[in-house]
């Protein structure tokens, strides 16, 4: 993609499968109603199809018209995919999400993690309140390297082999650094933790090494090095001591769910899929077969993922007005939730995905005022 500024952004919508699909409309008025308000620049938002459902009733999960939409947008917003009950030959699951990760180069996964009122206090520590670190997550190779190239042999043996490059590691080493110095700058100081698991596999130990030497072109930033077994329970006892943390795929993928578990569960995580030309980004949960079509789903994370695209947008092609869209969109669910008023079924309440989406869309004017 061009880094010029465009008046308007193309964004390829993949509602998905399941909740994907009530989060995706949650958001998409939101984002709608946030531009109509500031007036700036515009999103085209277009809608494509792609999951587990449609692999049902088509016989492909990621259809080309769907990728090449992708790959021109200047942004991709994605729900949900999959289904459990839809399966490959192989027994595995349609998951287009890794596939378009892989397509696009998507090699950083950006999994923010924040405590803010309104949210349960999983942690009785009061100290738990300043949660707020990011987990960056390799995510074109480590052990998901293997996806669809394991084998099993006649002797009763299965391999599935975890691939580490200095390439890969270098480049989400500096995205995370990178990363770091945006928070320094609105924050005051910044810290990087490599996890790894360096003390029993080379794999683990190349990658450490490998970080420690991207580190070196990043003198305002501190960092050091956690194995991961340490660092989850580091996430249980004190995450408020936390800040950027870059790992290997398999490890991140185990990590942000956790991570999530700090501020109540999934329906508050946002993420990004993130490469040197594109950005997709998705709510961490998954599709919640149980409520689906119930009107259920707490939409939160999926609005806090179109933040993330706005400041990537407006990083990327210098609007800040985007940026202060995204902070716009951010304050309205924040001061919902903080009221005490508006509550999601997830955390014990009874405010849907309707009840949650309106009342987000009616803060915004306030919030934009402030």
Not at 28 to 54: I, S
Not at 146 to 167: C, F, H, L, P, W
Request: negative net charge; proline residues 5%.
């Amino acid at each position: 993609m061009s880094q010029t500024t465009p008046s308007i952004y193309d964004i390829a919508v993949l509602p998905g499968d399941g909740i994907g699909v009530e989060v995706m409309q949650a958001c998409v008025a939101l984002l709608e109603a946030a531009q109509q308000l500031d007036k700036g620049p515009q999103l085209k938002l277009t809608r494509y199809d792609a999951g587990a459902q449609h692999y049902a009733k088509h016989g492909e999960a990621l259809p080309e018209r769907t990728l090449d939409a992708a790959r021109s947008a200047h942004a991709v917003l994605f729900g949900a995919m999959g289904w459990p009950n839809v399966r490959y030959p192989d027994g595995t699951e349609p998951i287009p999400q890794l596939d378009l990760r892989m397509a696009l180069d998507l090699y950083a996964g950006v999994r923010p993690i924040r405590w803010f009122p309104g949210l349960p206090k999983v942690l009785t520590d009061e100290r738990a309140e300043k949660i707020d670190f990011v987990l960056v997550r390799e995510q074109t190779e480590g052990l998901f390297y293997a996806r669809g190239k394991g084998s099993v042999n006649e002797a009763g043996e299965s391999y599935d082999t975890m691939q580490i490059t200095r390439r890969g590691t270098d480049r989400v080493s500096r995205f995370a650094f990178k990363l770091a110095e945006q928070r320094k700058r609105r924050r005051g100081q910044a810290n990087v933790t490599c996890v790894d698991k360096a003390n029993v596999f080379t794999s683990m130990a190349f990658f450490r090494d490998v970080f420690n030497d991207a580190a070196r072109d990043f003198s305002g930033i501190t960092y050091d090095h956690a194995y991961v077994d340490a660092m989850a329970l580091t996430m249980i006892k004190k995450p408020w001591t936390l800040d950027v943390m870059v790992t290997e795929n398999m490890f991140g993928d185990i990590l942000s769910d956790l991570a999530a578990g700090l501020i109540g569960g999934m329906g508050m995580a946002p993420s990004a899929d993130v490469g040197d030309h594109h950005g997709l980004f998705q709510p961490a949960h998954g599709t919640a077969p149980d409520i689906a079509g119930q009107g259920k789903a707490n939409p939160g994370a999926m609005f806090l993922s179109g933040a993330m695209m706005l400041d990537w947008l407006a990083d990327r092609h210098d609007q800040p007005e985007l940026e202060k869209r995204a902070r716009t969109i951010e304050a309205a669910l924040e001061a919902v939730l903080g009221s005490g008023k508006i509550r999601p079924m997830e955390y014990g309440g009874d405010a849907g995905t309707k009840a949650m989406t309106d009342a987000v869309i009616a803060a915004l004017p306030e919030v934009a005022g402030k």
